[in-house]
Structure formats: structure tokens, C-alpha cells
């Protein structure tokens, strides 16, 4: 069974940092891309980053450039996004996604984790 | 404001069709990238519905389908169950923006 476990959510006061992970079972983790998708709290979804299967092409959307970085151990099975510099706007809960291809662009995304909450204020 | 744009509510009775658009421009849909449905019921994760934008996953009902017209796509759902009560999204690649972009969901109800 293909399955995505995503870990390290939390509370972090804004300006903190915190580092979500994602460990992948059920499937070959480096014939594929790997994705962070985005839902504010009763909002919509928003792709955060993508990283290509040997971490040659990686994608971020405009709003947390330079803030967070994707990466993964393909070793591990294991996806990372390290948030920095955290704002009120970043709270969501972030979803796990194995992308569709090996390249990050193109993608859709299934399946999805379960999803962790990541909540950010003082 | 999202990239992709869908109405943010529909709804129909038990064994009717409805359908869910979703409206993009020249650099995502128009382009010719391809575009994807996840449904999400409550509190739980999206799944994919359509992919390519007219393909079904293994296990999705035949109720369920895609299409593709220009800039813009559509989900189509028969034979309204009230299982079917959950958010819809489209999504696609958007090329000025180098990423995958979502429309703002969908609520279905069914009455």
C-alpha cells in the first residue's frame, strides 16, 4: 500500500522556524517527484514546493521564496520542508503529495498524506 | 485569489448531473497543460478524481468525468449520491508562475 506520513507540525511564534517531514512507504520514492500542498484552515489549496526525484529541479510558490526549502533523502524515503522566518499566514495544514512524474513540473499529485497542522502565532 | 477560477458553490438532488467549471488564461489551461480534480470529503485528505484532464484512477466511478475546452475545463457528476457532498478543486501547471496552481474549490451539496 503507497502511503505518506508527514510529521513535525506544531505551534511556532512567528519569526521561528520549524521542519516538516514526510516519510514515503509502498513505492519506488525515487521514480518520483514530491510535492507540499497547503490548506489554510476552511480555505483552499495551495501548492507550496515541488522537488524533482534526484533534487535536480525544485519549485517553490512566490510567498515563501527564500524562506522555506524543500529537499529529500531518497536513502530515506523521506521528504523535508524547512520553514524559517514564520508568519501568522503560513498556518495550514501541509499535505504530503508523490507527484504523478519524476520531473516537477506537469504533476498531479496522489496520493496525499494525512496532513499536520503547522500553527503560527505568540 | 486563486489562479484557477471555480464557482464556490453547487448543489443538485439525488441522481441528477451537475457540473463544476473551472476557468484558467493563456499561461496555465490555455497553454495545454493538463488539468487534474481532486475531491476532498470532510476532514480528510484530497484525492485525485481526473487526471489528464478527462482520465479516471482505478476505482473512481464512471459518474465522475473530465473535459478540456480552451482556457477553461469541467468536472461533470451524474447520478448525484449523497457521498458525493465534498469540496472539488481543479488544478494544473501554470508557466509564468513556474509551479502547480489550484482553483479556490468547490462546494458540493446535495439536497
Known amino acids: 500500500e503507497v502511503q505518506l506520513v508527514e510529521s513535525g507540525g506544531g505551534l511556532a511564534q512567528p519569526g521561528r522556524s520549524l521542519r516538516l517531514s514526510c516519510v514515503a512507504s509502498?513505492?519506488?520514492?525515487?521514480?518520483?517527484?514530491m510535492h507540499w500542498v497547503r490548506q489554510a484552515p476552511g480555505k483552499g489549496l495551495e501548492w507550496v514546493s515541488g522537488i524533482s526525484w534526484n533534487s535536480g529541479n525544485i519549485g517553490y510558490v512566490d510567498s515563501v521564496k527564500g524562506r522555506f526549502t524543500i529537499s529529500r533523502d531518497n536513502a530515506k524515503n523521506s521528504l523535508y520542508l524547512q520553514m524559517n522566518s514564520l508568519r501568522p499566514e503560513d498556518t495550514a495544514f501541509y499535505y504530503c503529495?508523490?507527484?504523478?512524474?519524476?520531473?516537477?513540473?506537469?504533476?498531479?499529485?496522489?496520493?496525499w498524506g494525512q496532513g499536520i497542522l503547522v500553527t503560527v502565532s505568540s | 485569489q486563486s489562479v484557477l477560477t471555480q464557482p464556490p458553490s453547487v448543489s443538485g438532488a439525488p441522481g441528477q448531473r451537475v457540473t463544476i467549471s473551472c476557468t484558467g488564461s493563456?499561461?496555465?489551461?490555455?497553454?495545454?497543460?493538463?488539468v487534474q480534480w481532486y475531491q476532498q470529503l470532510p476532514g480528510t485528505a484530497p484525492k485525485v478524481l481526473i487526471y489528464g484532464n478527462s482520465n479516471r484512477p482505478s476505482g473512481v466511478p464512471d459518474r465522475f468525468s473530465g473535459s478540456k475546452s480552451g482556457t477553461s475545463a469541467s468536472l461533470a457528476i451524474t447520478g448525484l449520491q449523497a457521498e458525493d457532498e465534498a469540496d472539488y478543486y481543479c488544478q494544473s501547471y501554470d508557466s509564468s508562475l513556474s509551479g502547480s496552481v489550484f482553483g479556490g474549490g468547490t462546494k458540493l451539496t446535495v439536497l
Open positions: 503529495a508523490r507527484g504523478s512524474l519524476a520531473a516537477v513540473q506537469f504533476n498531479w499529485f496522489d496520493p
Open positions: 493563456s499561461s496555465n489551461i490555455g497553454a495545454g497543460y493538463e
Open positions: 509502498g513505492f519506488i520514492f525515487d521514480d518520483h517527484a
